[in-house]
C-alpha cells in the first residue's frame, strides 16, 4: 500500500527555518514530480513546490520563492522542504503529494497521492 509519511514540522518563530522529510514507501516514486501544498487555517489548499523525477526542474509558488527549497533523494524515496525566512503567514498543515506523471505541475488535481500532513506554525 502506498504511503507518504511527513515529519519536521513544528513551532518555530519568525525568520527561523525548518525542513521538511517526506518518505515514501509502498511503490517507487523516482519518476514521478512529487509536490508540497499547504493549507492554512480558513484558507484552500495552495500550491508550494514541486520537483520533476529528475530534479532537473523545480517550480515555487511566488509567495515562498527564494525562501523554500524543493529537493529529493530517489534512492531513499524522500522529498524534502526546506524553508528559511518563514513568517507567520507560512503557518499551515503542511502536505506532501505525489504526481501522476513525470510533468511538474502545481494543479493538485495532478497529484494523485497524499500525506497526512505536518503542522508549521511560525510565531511573530
Known amino acids: 500500500q502506498v504511503q507518504l509519511v511527513e515529519s519536521g514540522g513544528g513551532l518555530v518563530q519568525a525568520g527561523g527555518s525548518l525542513r521538511l522529510s517526506c518518505a515514501a514507501s509502498g511503490r517507487t516514486f523516482s519518476s514521478y514530480t512529487m509536490g508540497w501544498f499547504r493549507r492554512a487555517p480558513g484558507k484552500e489548499r495552495e500550491f508550494v513546490a514541486a520537483?520533476?523525477?529528475?530534479?532537473?526542474?523545480?517550480r515555487y509558488s511566488d509567495s515562498v520563492k527564494g525562501r523554500f527549497t524543493i529537493s529529493r533523494d530517489n534512492a531513499r524515496n524522500t522529498v524534502y522542504l526546506q524553508m528559511t525566512s518563514l513568517k507567520p503567514e507560512d503557518t499551515a498543515v503542511y502536505y506532501c503529494?505525489?504526481?501522476?506523471?513525470?510533468?511538474?505541475?502545481?494543479?493538485?488535481?495532478?497529484?494523485?497521492?497524499w500525506g497526512q500532513g505536518t503542522q508549521v506554525t511560525v510565531s511573530s
Open positions: 520537483i520533476n523525477w529528475s530534479r532537473s526542474s523545480t
Open positions: 503529494a505525489v504526481g501522476r506523471s513525470v510533468v511538474i505541475t502545481s494543479q493538485a488535481r495532478e497529484y494523485d497521492r
